[in-house]
């Protein structure tokens, strides 16, 4: 290493592997480093940095694994076991794998609920090693793998809309829908010592499918009904959630995640660092009659994208920011504000395999732009 850090080389050697490109990682520095040692024992990470990316490619070897790591099979398991435990590491029947550190990790790690002096050290260090901006790197391509759900009530009107808009039709499609027991971002603010300004860490992801039912088998959430998904949904957008989702149909197994603009690590990148070119355009856009506001300054309040501005007790509008939640709609009492469609919409992907083919030419443009720049 052509650096000294606080760690044991092994430690150093696995946070070399999470700062590749390939898991979005952050560059190699101390921060990534420290947060490598909080997760990982100098053994652990001896084993660990011999793993697949995402997702084992065939059933692994562990005499081959342990081999590598010098450390005999029976070590090498009880090793491989305690991390999927804690959710270091992904196990599959295939063997065990690294996820990037977010998404995949943090999710994984926190979507629990489990309250922990380790967790809470995790979180805060997490949560300053995203601050930094790193992901910058990878937002110079739109790849459009995330959408927006905008509230249903801003839209029925439409004569343009479609039923992928709607958050109903994922509840009247799927059998399963789950709750999360928390929502990971929020749960991380307040382990960071803050509480989120629209919600609770118990408002956790909404889920759906087949999805819905891994989570429920690895009890990180609640199965509802159907009426209770209504419900709780129009919860949700009365407290001025944002409602994001993988960028496929409704009939997909799926996941929302209901965030907000103090938590939301997603919306985070959006404000601070360029995400929105990771964001597919919306089926429609905001739009503001300046003749009928009378600069009351609800809509930015309301807004997680700082697209209303107000200043000097006067209402301003930047489009660009603007991603068709609805929320700033639902809010004005002088009707100036409509939702219009967006010229730019293309339909979600069919399912994830539709979904990754179409990503796949820009996601890895920017991975390469990302490797020459980083």
């Known amino acids: 290493m052509d650096k000294n850090f606080d760690a044991a080389p092994p430690q150093v050697a696995l946070a070399k592997v999470f700062s590749s490109v390939t898991l979005l990682g952050p560059p190699m520095g101390d921060q990534l480093v420290q947060l490598i040692r909080h997760l990982f024992s100098p053994e652990e990470a001896e ?14 070897s562990l005499k081959k694994l342990a081999a590598k790591a010098g450390q005999t099979p029976e070590e090498a398991l009880l090793l491989l076991e305690a991390m999927s435990k804690r959710r270091t590491i992904f196990k599959t ?28 050290e995790y979180a805060r260090m997490l949560n300053e090693l995203y601050a930094t901006g790193y992901v910058r790197k990878y937002n110079n391509r739109r790849v459009p793998g995330v959408r927006n759900l905008p509230v249903q009530k801003a839209v029925e009107g439409k004569t343009k809309i479609i039923d992928a808009d709607l958050v109903s039709e994922m509840i009247d499609f799927h059998k399963e829908l789950l709750v999360a027991n928390v929502c990971q ?18 408002d956790g992801c909404l889920v759906f499918g087949s999805f819905a039912t891994m989570v429920a088998a690895n009890k990180d959430g609640r199965l509802v009904s159907k009426e209770e ?9 009365e407290k001025k959630l944002v409602f994001f989702t993988a960028n496929v149909s409704p009939q997909s197994p799926n996941a929302i995640c209901t965030c907000c603009d103090c938590c939301c690590h997603y919306l985070e990148s959006v404000n601070k660092f360029g995400g929105i070119a990771n964001f597919a ?5 905001a739009q503001v009659e300046e003749s009928l506001c009378n600069d009351c300054g609800k809509c930015a309040k309301a807004c997680n994208t700082y697209a209303h501005i107000f200043k000097d007790k006067k209402h ?3 489009s660009e920011k603007c991603i068709g939640c609805g929320v700033c709609v639902t809010v004005c009492k002088q009707d100036a504000l409509k939702l219009v469609e967006n ?11 539709q979904l990754a083919i179409k990503l796949l030419p820009g996601t890895v443009i920017a991975g390469m732009k990302a490797r020459l720049t980083g």
């Open 93 to 120: 029947r295939k063997g065990y794998a690294l996820l990037p550190l977010i998404p995949g990790m943090f999710e994984r790690m926190l979507i629990s609920g489990v309250d922990s002096e380790w967790h809470k």
């Open 229 to 237: 998904m209504r419900d709780i949904t129009q919860e949700r957008w």
């Open 316 to 318: 301003s509008f930047a």
């Open 47 to 60: 084993i660990a940095r011999h793993l697949p990316y995402y997702y084992p490619r065939s059933q692994q």
């Open 185 to 202: 971002c929020r749960q991380s603010t307040r382990f960071s010592g803050k509480e989120c300004k629209r919600s609770k860490p118990e």
């Open 343 to 353: 010229p730019a919409f293309r339909p979600p992907s069919k399912g994830f395999v």
């Open 281 to 285: 355009h919306s089926h429609f856009l």
